[in-house]
């Protein structure tokens, strides 16, 4: 993937980086690890500079963003209430599961979003909650854009800064992303196991 990533980096320049950014949103497997460090080496060998990677990475962040965000608002908490009536009893999951989480999320979203923008995988999902849960669009966008600036300042940056062995920073960046993932695998076999003695309880 990080040749076809640099590839498309290297013959679109500013184009290709707001695209390949806009799609990491909505596909998070594309890493913008690659795509942010490579970025910032780049403006080191070509007429790119930092400034003008970080908008377009910026831009194209914030597209994929809206976009979740109104897929969640289409999705919408009523709409996923009456999944759970439906299948409820197969996922283990009820309506009061939901109207918590979504109380939850109206109390700390904001801050779960900005915090969540520089988290990989859930940088990305972190839009359709906003969207399901009602959060107002201006502040949603503007802690996206906060948190989005940040990851993408600091990995330009750093791009810049190790020029040739950003594969290096990649290669570290992998190994964070990779706890990540277990850590949420983690989080989500807890929450099945918590859901399945909750069920054998109610059922005693």
């Known amino acids: 993937m990080e040749s076809w990533i640099t590839g498309i980096m290297e013959q679109y320049g ?32 070509t007429d790119l500079t930092p400034v003008g990677v970080i908008s377009v990475a910026t831009v194209g962040s914030l597209i994929g963003a809206i976009i979740l965000y109104f897929v969640g608002q289409l999705l919408g908490v009523e709409r996923l209430e009456k999944i759970i009536d439906r299948y409820g009893r197969i996922l283990r999951v009820k309506k009061e599961d939901i109207r918590r989480a979504d109380a939850w999320f109206d109390k700390y979203g904001y801050w779960a979003v900005l915090l969540c923008r520089m988290v990989p995988l859930i940088r990305s999902l972190i839009s359709l909650p906003a969207g399901m849960s009602g959060m107002k669009f201006v502040p949603f966008l503007f802690f996206t854009t906060i948190g989005t600036l940040i990851w993408n300042i600091l990995l330009v ?12 920073i990649v290669d570290f960046m992998d190994i964070y992303s990779n706890i990540v993932y277990a850590l949420i695998a983690i989080a989500c076999v807890v929450v099945v196991v918590l859901y399945i003695r909750r069920a054998k309880k109610f059922k005693v």
């Open 157 to 168: 940056s750093i791009g810049v800064a190790v020029g040739d062995n950003w594969t290096k």
């Open 14 to 45: 500013y184009f290709g980086i707001l695209l390949l950014i806009a799609l990491e949103n909505l596909f998070p497997p594309i890493p913008s690890e690659v795509i942010l460090t490579l970025g910032g080496f780049m403006t080191t060998s």
